[in-house]
């Protein structure tokens, strides 16, 4: 049963009244400022790749709950920013909407979203990183859909025939990836991308640096620049430049690149997404049983942070069909919807009790991924100014930076510090 709202919505604050917020109040989701018959749902492509099945069951079910009918739209990520805020301006906006986490607070702080915090009556039953990702002055403009998290997948079968166990400390991964790069001549011991942030932020982390964080005084201070911090970095990008362990191209890749050299069987581990190791299979179906996974070790023990990632689900205000809109993500981020999507699309349904439920399932492939959500999941700052830092590749760049030896560790971290303050707080 739906849940109802148990108490009034904040009133948003006027400077959050722009022009794109003025628009919508006057046109309205739906192709007009009341409700009507049909929802309009906005959902990005491809992370299910049977999605159109899915969605013609979730549709059937609330039409027979709600008596509403229901039109999904399915919209590519590349289009997806620059779409969604054009229909902001021009009034056009659907109702329902899948919101990557760091897209979440810059649409928000525009006033276009729907404070949900009313119908919403037990958040911590949501993994508490991607929760926060949709808050915004305690406010909640999102509803955690499906996470994922980056640990490391390896190759078991040469862990196996050389006699390694799983790593528990940077220097023991270092050591393995040493010893198992000289065994197996050819292949990858752990590639550094050079376009992947989120395959950077761990070390930051890990080194007991913070990619931003917020002072008292509401003002952001960046310690990737700070001893902790540069160790980490240094850690990372040091497993190519002095230990050659990755390869020359991989400056230039991204997250995919990585995937691809597992697949390939050109790596032998590697930092990777949880919904990957799935896909690797697909696609080289000669590698089942040959892989597994284990959390990100921490520096002398126990976990390394890792990036949560994931979509929220979010209602827009102003369309007349914020109650409808809100039984929509309420029956996709519960029950047998939030279930199945997982199971679909290889991502975790973003509940604690759901995730949970991995960690304890004993799949060599998922459980180390779901302990690093449960255990050692982190965010990025939950603010409008932080697609900036992304868009402008702040950190892609400090970090292709030093591996083409175009910066030391020490400048790099220090322009990147500096870029982060600038922008966050610009935008404070």
């Not at 006699?163 to 990836?177: D, K």
């Not at 002072?215 to 160790?231: C, F, H, K, L, V």
């Not at 990585?258 to 697949?263: I, K």
């Not at 689900?313 to 809109?325: Q, W």
């Amino acid at each position: 049963m739906a849940r109802r709202r148990a108490h009034k919505y904040v009133t948003l604050p006027a400077a959050t009244l722009t022009l794109a917020l003025a628009a919508t109040a006057c046109g309205g989701g739906g192709g007009g400022g009341g409700a009507t018959d049909a929802l309009q749902v906005w959902i990005m492509e491809g992370t299910n790749p049977d999605a159109s099945a899915f969605f013609d069951a979730v549709n059937e079910a609330y039409t027979e709950q709600t008596g509403i009918d229901v039109q999904v739209e399915f919209v590519p990520w590349a289009d997806a920013q620059n779409k969604i805020s054009t229909a902001i301006a021009g009034g056009t906006v659907p109702d329902v909407v899948e919101l990557g986490t760091t897209f979440t607070p810059e649409f928000a702080d525009a006033g276009a979203l729907h404070d949900l915090s009313g119908y919403i009556d037990d958040p911590s039953r949501f993994q508490e990183e991607m929760y926060s990702m949709g808050v915004v002055d305690d406010a909640a403009y999102g509803v955690p859909w499906y996470a994922s998290i980056r640990s490391i997948i390896y190759r078991k079968d040469i862990f196996e025939e050389h006699g390694h166990e799983v790593p528990t400390s940077w220097e023991e991964l270092r050591e393995t990836a040493t010893d198992l790069a000289e065994a197996e001549d050819g292949m990858i011991g752990f590639p550094v991308p050079g376009q992947a942030q989120y395959s950077v932020m761990p070390w930051v982390w890990g080194g007991g640096g913070e990619v931003a964080v917020q002072e008292d005084d509401g003002t952001w201070t960046s310690t990737i620049n700070s001893p902790e911090g540069r160790a980490g970095v240094e850690f990372f990008t040091n497993l190519s430049l002095e230990d050659g362990l990755s390869t020359t191209g991989a400056v230039n890749w991204n997250e995919i690149d990585v995937m691809e050299s597992l697949a390939d069987e050109d790596a032998i581990m590697a930092i990777s997404n949880s919904s990957n190791p799935k896909a690797i299979i697909e696609s080289n179906p000669d590698l089942e049983g040959k892989l597994g996974a284990f959390v990100l070790p921490g520096q002398e023990d126990g976990y390394t942070d890792s990036f949560a990632g994931g979509s929220l689900l979010s209602v827009f205000e102003g369309t007349g069909n914020e109650e409808a809109g809100w039984e929509y993500v309420d029956l996709l981020t519960q029950g047998e919807f939030f279930d199945r999507w997982g199971e679909e699309s290889g991502f975790f349904p973003a509940g604690v009790a759901e995730i949970e439920a991995y960690a304890d399932s004993g799949d060599p492939l998922v459980e180390p991924f779901a302990v690093q959500l449960l255990e050692a999941g982190r965010s990025t700052p939950a603010v409008p100014a932080w697609s900036q830092v992304e868009a402008e590749g702040i950190i892609v760049g400090m970090q292709q930076d030093i591996l083409n030896g175009e910066a030391t560790v020490e400048e790099a971290t220090d322009r990147a510090a500096e870029s982060i303050e600038t922008i966050l707080n610009e935008g404070n």
